[in-house]
């Protein structure tokens, strides 16, 4: 399985992938989610960790929160799947 993580949070009202730190400092809502997976499969939650930091928030608002991150994560596991799909060009030694 690929290892994946992700912010997500709300901010301003608006949920939000993958937090900067300018948004992440002001997030109403701050969330972090970590999966494990393969390509087009469903993923196995490691870790959901969500904080009301300014606002508490609804059963609603937290399956917005994770459909983000599920997505954000699945084309995180795709590309580390295309990454590892063929070996790496040889390097020639002592150079």
């Known amino acids: 399985s690929y290892c994946a993580a992700i912010s997500v ?3 301003g009202g608006v949920p939000v992938l993958d937090l900067p730190y300018v948004e992440d ?4 809502v701050d969330m972090n989610v970590v ?18 930091e300014g606002q508490a928030f609804s059963r609603s608002e ?3 929160m994770l459909g983000l991150a599920t997505k954000g ?11 590892v799909a063929s070996p790496p060009n040889p390097r020639a030694l002592g150079r």
């Open 73 to 83: 994560l699945a084309e995180i596991i795709a590309l580390q799947a295309e990454q």
């Open 62 to 64: 937290l399956e917005v």
């Open 35 to 52: 999966v494990l997976g393969q390509p087009d499969s469903e993923p196995r939650f490691v870790e959901v960790q969500g904080t009301a």
């Open 9 to 11: 949070g709300i901010v």
């Open 25 to 28: 400092s002001t997030a109403e």
